[in-house]
């Protein structure tokens, strides 16, 4: 698995260039001509945006990590890593090691998702699926243009199909945040069941409460240390 992850790595980014040159050498110049001039201008500053956006919290999200326990005296340890283990923590059995609030462990991140790299994650799946949107929604309105470009089928067919996994997949990902969970704790988990303060829970993974602030490219250390989990 840890092999693969660089690999993955340079498909992203491949797949990434394929469908920013095909927006911008086929699909707006075909718009400009065809359709209303402002649409294509606002099409291609939403775009612009979301790739800045995508590449941003990418980077983010591998190089900050997930965030991992330090040993505290007093507190019990895992039996894997020998790393103390507080509460929410769960040992990665491909990262080797244990991981505050995890989440689950991302091939295409190489490594894995936990709290301090959350925010990050989801951002990602989020503006991908904005891109995707905007590209296929683009798209479809003039493909009957690009009927003999290859090219232009594949990004068009990939984003279509990855605009629908990530309808679901980040959409998931939200309702964890909202509920105050991850994804090994909705599954079995005493937390499932308690009632959480929803302005906090998204302020553990964002560091902020202000929804128009979690949108933007930015860099801020949390306030939650994923040691200390107050009942509320």
Not at 30 to 57: C, V
Not at 145 to 174: E, K, Q, R, V
């Amino acid at each position: 698995m840890k092999s693969i992850g660089p690999l993955l790595a340079l498909l992203l980014i491949g797949l990434i260039s394929l469908a920013v040159y095909i927006f911008y050498s086929r699909i707006i110049p075909y718009e400009l001509n065809h359709s209303n001039e402002a649409l294509a201008y606002s099409q291609s500053i939403i775009f612009a945006w979301a790739i800045f956006n995508i590449l941003f919290n990418y980077i983010l999200c591998i190089i900050i990590g997930p965030g991992n326990p330090q040993n505290i005296t007093g507190m019990q340890k895992c039996r894997k890593c020998e790393l103390s283990k507080p509460l929410r923590a769960h040992h990665c059995g491909i990262c080797g090691k244990c991981v505050l609030k995890m989440d689950h462990h991302c091939p295409w991140i190489n490594t894995c998702v936990g709290l301090k790299n959350h925010r990050y994650f989801v951002l990602f799946l989020t503006y991908t699926w904005v891109g995707s949107t905007c590209f296929t929604g683009n798209a479809a309105g003039f493909f009957y243009g690009f009927m003999n470009d290859p090219l232009f089928w594949i990004s068009f067919i990939f984003l279509a199909m990855s605009a629908a996994i990530l309808t679901g997949f980040a959409g998931w990902h939200w309702f964890l945040i909202y509920r105050g969970l991850t994804s090994i704790e909705i599954i079995n988990s005493p937390w499932c069941s308690r009632p959480r303060n929803i302005s906090r829970n998204f302020e553990i993974v964002f560091g902020t409460k202000n929804p128009l602030i979690m949108f933007l490219p930015r860099y801020s250390k949390l306030k939650c240390d994923g040691v200390c989990w107050p009942d509320d």
